[in-house]
């Protein structure tokens, strides 16, 4: 079983950036393909970036590609989501999730564990 803990949350303004993190214990993290997931208010919770278990493969939503970096350090057991150029409908809580299979499917269903979420607000 793995913990995940996730940071880096805050309040900024259109166009600046946040780097989240997502740290793990209890398991390392490198047997995991990772993904980041939003929730705004009112709003089903949608998959944002997903990275597989070897750190190869990427995929990221429509509404996020050229801005969102997900990468993964396995020696330090932490997933990052690097977010520039952020829009105020990129505000959501957003959680880490870790899945059993080797590449992060876009589903929900199939992520096992989940972090207790960091928000993000992004001003207009």
């Known amino acids: 079983q793995v913990q995940l803990v996730e940071s880096g949350g805050g309040l900024v303004q259109a166009g600046g950036s946040l780097r989240l993190s997502c740290a793990a214990s209890g398991r390392t993290l490198s047997s995991y393909a990772m993904g980041w997931f939003r929730q705004a208010p009112g709003k089903e919770r949608e998959s944002v970036a997903r990275?597989?278990?070897?750190?190869?493969?990427?995929a990221y939503a429509d509404s996020v590609k050229g801005r969102f970096t997900i990468s993964r350090d396995n020696a330090k057991n932490t997933v990052y989501l690097q977010m520039n150029s952020l829009k105020p409908e990129d505000t959501a809580v957003y959680y880490c999730?870790?899945?059993?299979?080797?590449?992060?499917?876009?589903?929900?269903?199939?992520?096992?564990?989940w972090g207790q979420g960091t928000q993000v607000t992004v001003s207009s």
């Open positions: 990275i597989s278990r070897s750190g190869v493969s990427l």
């Open positions: 999730a870790a899945s059993t299979t080797a590449w992060a499917p876009v589903d929900l269903k199939f992520y096992d564990y």
